[in-house]
C-alpha cells in the first residue's frame, strides 16, 4: 500500500500525455466458466517524445496489454486515450511493429511497396509516395533494397522493413511488441541504436513491450514494470541515464547496473 | 563457368525426356508389325493423326470442346474463387449453407447427367453446365480453406496500416491464400478436362469425346486412338501453360519457399 499511485506520479511529469491510461482490465472469455483474466488493473500516461518500456515476467500479458493499447483489442474495462480521444480502433497517428517481421511482412509485395501500402491506404500521390519511400528507408538506414522481397534479405533488415512501413505515416506514436527478439544479438543492438536515432531524428513517441529488461534500462526513459498475470502497474521506474545512450558506455555504467538490479528485484519476485 | 551451366541445363532436360523417348521408341518398334485390331502400329496411327487432325477437319471437334471448356473453366474459376470468398467473409451464413454445399459436392456429377440432359437438352448449356458442375467444387473449397488460414498476425497488420475491408481482401486475404486458390484452380482444371469429355460421351453429335466414342462405334480403332492422343497432348499442354502461369502468379511464394528451404 506504501506504493505511490502511478497515475498520478505520471500525470505530474506531463500536462498533455500522448497516450493514457487509466485502470485497464482485460479479461478473455468474460462472464464464462473460462474467464481468465490477463490483466486487473493498469494505469500509467505517456508524455510526448517519451520513451517508455514495459517490462514483466512472461506471461504478465503484455502481449494483450499492447492490444488493447493499439486499439485491436476491446479492454474489458477501463480507458486508453490517445491524444485525449478514447481509443475505438487503431488510431491514425499511431502505428505498430510486431516481433515476427516474416508474418507482419507482406511477402508477396516488394520491400517499396511493403512501405508504400500505408501511404496507399491515406491516398498519397504516386510521387509524394516514391519520395516518401526512400525518406523511411534511409531513416532505417536501409540501402538500395526497395526492389528486393523482403524474404531475400536478412532478419534485421526485414525488421528495419517493417519500421520504416511503420513510420511511412508520420506517426505521433510508435507501439513495439518485442520488436527485436527475432533477430540474434548483434543485429539486436544495431537495430535499439537505431531505434533511439529515428526517435531522436523524428522526435517521435515510442511505447515498446519486452522482457529483456538490459534493453528496457538500454532503451527507455520510464520503464513500466508489470506483475505477473493477472497484470498490474508493479512500479514505474525513471531511468535517468544520459542521452545519447551507447552500447558500451552505457552498458556498462554504474547506474546502468543499478537500475538493472532493481529491475531484476522487481521482475523475480513479483512471478 | 556458363558453359558448364548450359551444359548441366542440356543434361537435366535430356534426363527428363529419357524415358518418354524411351517409351516412344519402344511403342514404334513392338507396335510394328501388329495385326491386332485394337493395338495398330504407332506409325499408322500417326499417319492418321496427321491425315485427320492436322491436313483434315477433325480439328472442328477440338475447336468445339475446348470452347465449351474454356466458358465452362473460366465460370468455374470465377464461381469457385467468388463464392468461396463469400463463404470465408460471413462465416454464419457458410456455417448454414455448407451442409448443402457438401452435400452436393459429393454426389458424382458423372450420376447428374441424365437429369442435366433431361433439364438442358444436349446443346452446348448441357456442356458448359456439367464442367461448372464438377469443376467448381477443388476451387471454392481450396479458397475457403485459404482464407480461412491466413495469419491472424497479417490481419492485425492490415488493421494497424488502416486498411478498409475491401483492401484487406485485395492486399492481404487474396494474396495469402494464392497458393491455395491456385492449387484449387489447377485440380480444377484437371477436372474440367474430365468433364469435358464425358460431357461429350452422352447424346452428343460433336466434340472430341463424341469423336472418339464414335470411332469406336464405328469400328475405327486407329482413329479412336488419334482422338485420345489429340485428347493427351491437350490436356498436357494446357497443364503446361497453368504451370507457367502458377510461375508468374507465386513467383514471391517459389521464390520465399527456396529461401526458406535453404534455411
Known amino acids: 500500500m506504501a506504493r505511490p499511485d502511478p497515475s498520478v506520479a505520471a500525470s505530474e511529469r506531463a500536462g498533455d500525455p500522448v497516450l493514457s491510461v487509466r485502470t485497464l482490465a482485460k479479461a478473455y472469455d468474460a462472464g464464462t466458466s473460462r474467464e481468465n483474466l490477463a490483466i486487473a488493473e493498469v494505469s500509467f500516461d505517456v508524455a510526448k517524445g517519451e520513451f517508455v518500456c514495459v517490462v514483466g515476467p512472461s506471461g504478465a500479458g503484455k502481449t494483450t496489454l499492447l492490444r488493447c493499447l493499439s486499439g485491436l483489442l476491446v479492454p474489458t474495462s477501463g480507458e486508453v486515450r490517445f491524444e485525449g480521444t478514447p481509443l475505438r480502433a487503431v488510431p491514425d497517428r499511431l502505428s505498430v511493429v510486431f516481433q515476427d517481421y516474416s508474418r507482419s511482412l507482406f511477402p508477396w509485395l516488394t520491400v517499396n511497396r511493403n512501405v508504400a501500402v500505408p501511404l496507399r491506404v491515406a491516398g498519397v500521390g504516386k510521387q509524394q509516395r516514391e519520395a516518401r519511400i526512400q525518406e523511411v528507408l534511409h531513416a532505417v538506414r536501409l540501402g538500395d533494397v526497395g526492389r528486393s522481397y523482403p524474404w531475400q534479405l536478412s532478419g534485421g533488415m526485414q525488421q528495419r522493413v517493417a519500421i520504416a512501413r511503420a513510420l511511412a505515416q508520420q506517426?505521433?506514436?510508435?507501439?513495439?511488441?518485442?520488436?527485436?527478439?527475432?533477430?540474434?544479438?548483434?543485429?539486436?543492438?544495431?537495430?535499439?541504436?537505431?531505434?533511439?536515432e529515428v526517435r531522436r531524428e523524428l522526435d517521435i513517441t515510442v511505447v515498446l513491450?519486452?522482457?529483456?529488461?538490459d534493453e528496457a534500462v538500454y532503451l527507455a526513459d520510464r520503464i513500466v514494470v508489470l506483475t505477473g498475470a493477472p497484470s498490474?502497474?508493479?512500479e514505474i521506474v525513471d531511468v535517468p541515464l544520459e542521452r545519447p545512450r551507447t552500447q558500451l558506455g552505457t552498458r556498462s555504467s554504474e547506474a546502468f547496473g543499478r537500475l538493472r538490479r532493481h529491475l531484476m528485484e522487481l521482475v523475480t519476485t513479483s512471478s | 563457368m556458363t558453359g558448364a551451366v548450359a551444359l548441366r541445363w542440356v543434361w537435366s532436360n535430356v534426363w527428363r525426356l529419357w524415358f518418354s523417348a524411351a517409351i516412344l521408341v519402344l511403342w514404334w518398334v513392338?507396335?510394328?508389325?501388329?495385326?491386332?485390331?485394337?493395338?495398330?502400329?504407332?506409325?499408322?496411327i500417326l499417319e492418321r493423326l496427321h491425315a485427320l487432325w492436322i491436313v483434315g477437319d477433325a480439328r472442328r471437334e477440338l475447336w468445339s470442346s475446348l470452347g465449351h471448356f474454356a466458358v465452362g473453366y473460366t465460370v468455374a474459376g470465377l464461381v469457385g474463387v467468388g463464392v468461396g470468398a463469400l463463404l470465408w467473409k460471413f462465416r454464419r451464413i457458410g456455417d448454414a449453407v455448407s451442409p448443402v454445399l457438401y452435400f452436393v459436392y459429393v454426389i458424382p456429377t458423372a450420376a447428374l447427367l441424365p437429369a442435366i440432359v433431361a433439364i438442358m437438352g444436349i446443346g452446348s448449356a448441357m456442356k458448359i453446365t456439367i464442367i461448372v458442375l464438377a469443376a467448381v467444387w477443388p476451387t471454392m473449397l481450396n479458397t475457403l480453406d485459404g482464407m480461412r488460414g491466413v495469419d491472424p498476425l497479417k490481419l492485425d497488420t492490415a488493421k494497424v496500416l488502416h486498411m478498409s475491408a475491401l483492401r484487406t481482401v485485395r492486399t492481404v486475404v487474396v494474396p495469402a491464400a494464392m497458393p491455395q486458390i491456385m492449387a484449387g484452380l489447377r485440380h480444377s482444371l484437371q477436372v474440367a478436362v474430365i468433364m469435358m469429355v464425358v460431357s461429350e460421351l452422352i447424346a452428343s453429335q460433336s466434340g472430341i469425346g463424341f469423336f472418339i466414342l464414335e470411332a469406336q462405334q464405328r469400328f475405327a480403332i486407329t482413329e479412336m486412338w488419334t482422338g485420345i492422343i489429340v485428347l493427351a497432348l491437350v490436356g498436357s499442354v494446357l497443364t503446361v501453360v497453368f504451370i507457367a502461369v502458377e510461375r508468374v502468379v507465386l513467383a514471391w511464394?517459389?521464390?520465399?519457399?527456396?529461401?526458406?528451404?535453404?534455411g
Request: aromatic fraction near 8%; hydrophobic fraction near 40%; proline fraction near 7%.
Open chain 1, 209 to 213: 513491450v519486452t522482457h529483456d529488461i
Open chain 2, 253 to 262: 511464394y517459389i521464390g520465399a519457399r527456396a529461401v526458406e528451404r535453404k
Open chain 1, 171 to 196: 506517426p505521433d506514436m510508435l507501439l513495439m511488441d518485442e520488436p527485436f527478439a527475432s533477430v540474434d544479438a548483434q543485429t539486436r543492438f544495431d537495430l535499439e541504436d537505431l531505434i533511439l
Open chain 2, 30 to 44: 513392338l507396335s510394328a508389325d501388329s495385326t491386332s485390331t485394337f493395338f495398330p502400329p504407332l506409325q499408322r
Open chain 1, 232 to 234: 498490474r502497474v508493479q
